[in-house]
């Protein structure tokens, strides 16, 4: 397929592009001016080609639209330490959230359990578009989830835990015997008669031990972010700092740790305490701290359709167009460890985008398709 005569908004170096896409097997084949008879040529007229834009922090498909509790399964609340529970097997590939998401041009997203878990399982990153979650991960699992603050508080008041110490502690406890857990395994060598009992949940977090698996971190509040930092430094893991919504308060520190934040859900009512500081000018302080930022929908709390409305109030409040693209696409992209694939316009790189007829971040504007793996999977009748 050949996409002549477009805006290619590229969120590479070269970040506007006026020529021509070549997409050959699923790939971005070539950019700028292209001749070639052997393609099915669409000539877009002066359309905008946008990459196809990227969620890092989501629940698509795992809480289904339009029924209760049969079709949610993002939290289970049964136990405050389950990372042995996968994000895949909980999500559904046909709910008409994901159609509303791809039809706006989202065409990857990161989706997995809630917050109410002190260690709430997996999550993976899919493509928006197929019938089976099997084919349309592209990474999994891309990240553990974890939470602080006021929802393990609340979820497990009556049993478990009633004060922030204690979420940190059981998470401390987890990451302790993890690391116990691995060095009897490797001390064994191989002899099954010197390998510890098998335990599902440690298994699981082995890779976040290793480095290789970075812990997703619920924490709106900065004394909850810091202790997500203070954590990751006692046990040298990765993590990111998911809703960051305190993280103008101590952007500097933020800043200092290298962890990336992905801000929001602000398009939201302050239905808490800790939501007291939520605005659309943090993703515009942390960017001016230099610190890597996306933004999110955290859907299904806000409907994943509106991320590039979320982008553009964030723009509203001082982000930078570009950056605000950015932070949907590559941005996004790079946090997840997939901007290899996706998250912008280059020779290599799936052929992924959505093309319409104005920016992105404007709700006036119509998208007109999506193409994932270029493959056209969403046209305006």
């Given at each position: 397929?050949?996409?002549?005569?477009?805006?290619?908004?590229?969120?590479?170096?070269?970040?506007?592009?006026?020529?021509?896409?070549?997409?050959?097997?699923?790939?971005?084949?070539?950019?700028?001016?292209?001749?070639?008879?052997?393609?099915?040529?669409?000539?877009?007229?002066?359309?905008?080609?946008?990459?196809?834009?990227?969620?890092?922090?989501?629940?698509?498909?795992?809480?289904?639209?339009?029924?209760?509790?049969?079709?949610?399964?993002?939290?289970?609340?049964?136990?405050?330490?389950?990372?042995?529970?996968?994000?895949?097997?909980?999500?559904?590939p046909l709910d008409e959230t994901i159609v509303n998401a791809r039809n706006a041009g989202i065409t990857t997203v990161a989706a997995g359990p809630g917050s109410a878990n002190v260690i709430g399982g997996t999550f993976v990153a899919y493509k928006t578009y197929g019938v089976s979650m099997d084919e349309m991960a592209?990474?999994?699992?891309?990240?553990?989830?974890?939470?602080?603050?006021?929802?393990?508080?609340?979820?497990?008041?009556?049993?478990?835990?009633?004060?922030?110490?204690?979420?940190?502690?059981?998470?401390?406890?987890?990451?302790?015997?993890?690391?116990?857990?691995?060095?009897?395994?490797?001390?064994?060598?191989?002899?099954?008669?010197?390998?510890?009992?098998?335990?599902?949940?440690?298994?699981?977090?082995?890779?976040?031990?290793?480095?290789?698996?970075?812990?997703?971190?619920?924490?709106?509040?900065?004394?909850?972010?810091?202790?997500?930092?203070?954590?990751?430094?006692?046990?040298?893991?990765?993590?990111?700092?998911?809703?960051?919504?305190?993280?103008?308060?101590?952007?500097?520190?933020?800043?200092?740790?290298?962890?990336?934040?992905?801000?929001?859900?602000?398009?939201?009512?302050?239905?808490?305490?800790?939501?007291?500081?939520?605005?659309?000018?943090?993703?515009?302080?942390?960017?001016?701290?230099?610190?890597?930022?996306?933004?999110?929908?955290?859907?299904?709390?806000?409907?994943?359709?509106?991320?590039?409305?979320?982008?553009?109030?964030?723009?509203?409040?001082?982000?930078?167009?570009?950056?605000?693209?950015?932070?949907?696409?590559?941005?996004?992209?790079?946090?997840?460890?997939?901007?290899?694939?996706?998250?912008?316009?280059?020779?290599?790189?799936?052929?992924?985008?959505?093309?319409?007829?104005?920016?992105?971040?404007?709700?006036?504007?119509?998208?007109?398709?999506?193409?994932?793996?270029?493959?056209?999977?969403?046209?305006?009748?």
């Amino acid at each position: 397929m050949l996409l002549k005569n477009a805006q290619i908004y590229t969120m590479e170096e070269e970040q506007v592009i006026k020529g021509d896409i070549l997409i050959q097997n699923g790939r971005i084949a070539a950019i700028g001016h292209v001749e070639t008879e052997d393609e099915v040529c669409i000539d877009l007229n002066g359309k905008r080609v946008y990459p196809g834009m990227v969620e890092a922090h989501c629940h698509l498909g795992m809480e289904e639209s339009a029924i209760r509790s049969e079709g949610n399964d993002v939290n289970e609340s049964s136990d405050p330490i389950t990372p042995q529970v996968r994000g895949i097997d909980g999500c559904y590939p046909l709910d008409e959230t994901i159609v509303n998401a791809r039809n706006a041009g989202i065409t990857t997203v990161a989706a997995g359990p809630g917050s109410a878990n002190v260690i709430g399982g997996t999550f993976v990153a899919y493509k928006t578009y197929g019938v089976s979650m099997d084919e349309m991960a592209i990474k999994n699992p891309v990240a553990m989830k974890c939470a602080f603050g006021e929802n393990p508080k609340r979820v497990y008041q009556d049993s478990r835990i009633k004060t922030r110490m204690n979420v940190a502690a059981l998470l401390r406890e987890t990451l302790f015997k993890t690391k116990e857990y691995l060095a009897r395994k490797e001390a064994a060598q191989g002899d099954i008669t010197k390998m510890p009992a098998f335990d599902m949940k440690l298994e699981a977090m082995i890779p976040v031990i290793q480095g290789e698996l970075p812990l997703k971190c619920h924490a709106h509040r900065c004394d909850d972010i810091l202790t997500v930092l203070r954590i990751a430094k006692e046990f040298d893991i990765k993590v990111t700092l998911d809703h960051c919504t305190d993280g103008e308060i101590i952007k500097k520190q933020i800043k200092d740790s290298g962890f990336a934040a992905i801000v929001g859900p602000s398009l939201t009512h302050k239905s808490k305490y800790e939501l007291a500081n939520k605005s659309f000018k943090t993703p515009y302080e942390l960017y001016k701290e230099g610190i890597l930022i996306a933004i999110t929908t955290d859907s299904p709390v806000v409907p994943q359709e509106y991320l590039p409305l979320c982008a553009g109030l964030a723009m509203k409040e001082g982000l930078p167009e570009i950056e605000a693209v950015k932070a949907i696409t590559i941005n996004a992209a790079k946090i997840l460890g997939l901007d290899e694939r996706i998250g912008s316009l280059k020779v290599g790189k799936d052929a992924d985008m959505v093309i319409c007829d104005g920016s992105i971040l404007d709700p006036q504007t119509t998208v007109y398709h999506t193409i994932i793996d270029g493959e056209i999977v969403y046209s305006k009748a």
